[in-house]
């Protein structure tokens, strides 16, 4: 069964730092895709970030990755494909940036199983 676990969520200040975890399971994770979605408190869930996976990375080795405007610059995707998890790298927050961060399978969009999330909470 594919699982996947979020952590690492909490409570920080404006421009602090924060850096979530997605463990997966049940799948081979090195060759999918990954995204992190959010959803902030009553607006819908949006894309993050996405990243390739073995399958999809150009030529002999290489990752790409991808971000919204609104995190280009601030936030960092990364991959662990020898323990099948996922990461997102928080910095500079905004509070904007308050929501349930997901991840998923895929590189963009929304669409995909998602797992329970982790709470991002920026306020001062």
């Known amino acids: 069964e594919m699982r996947m676990v979020e952590s690492g969520g909490g409570l920080v200040q404006p421009g602090g730092s924060l850096r979530l975890s997605c463990r997966t399971s049940?799948?081979?994770?090195?060759?999918?895709?990954m995204k992190w979605l959010r959803q902030a408190p009553e607006k819908e869930l949006e894309w993050v970030s996405g990243?390739?996976?073995?399958?999809?990375?150009?030529?002999?080795?290489?990752?790409?990755?991808y971000y919204d405007d609104s995190v280009r610059g601030r936030f960092t995707i990364s991959r662990d494909d020898a323990n099948n998890t996922l990461y997102l790298q928080l910095n500079d927050l905004k509070t904007e940036d308050t929501g349930i961060y997901y991840c998923s399978q895929g590189t963009r969009g929304v669409d995909g199983r998602r797992g329970q999330g982790t709470q991002v909470t920026v306020s001062s």
């Open positions: 990243i390739s996976g073995a399958r999809t990375s150009g030529g002999e080795g290489g990752t790409w990755t």
């Open positions: 049940g799948f081979n994770f090195p060759n999918y895709p």
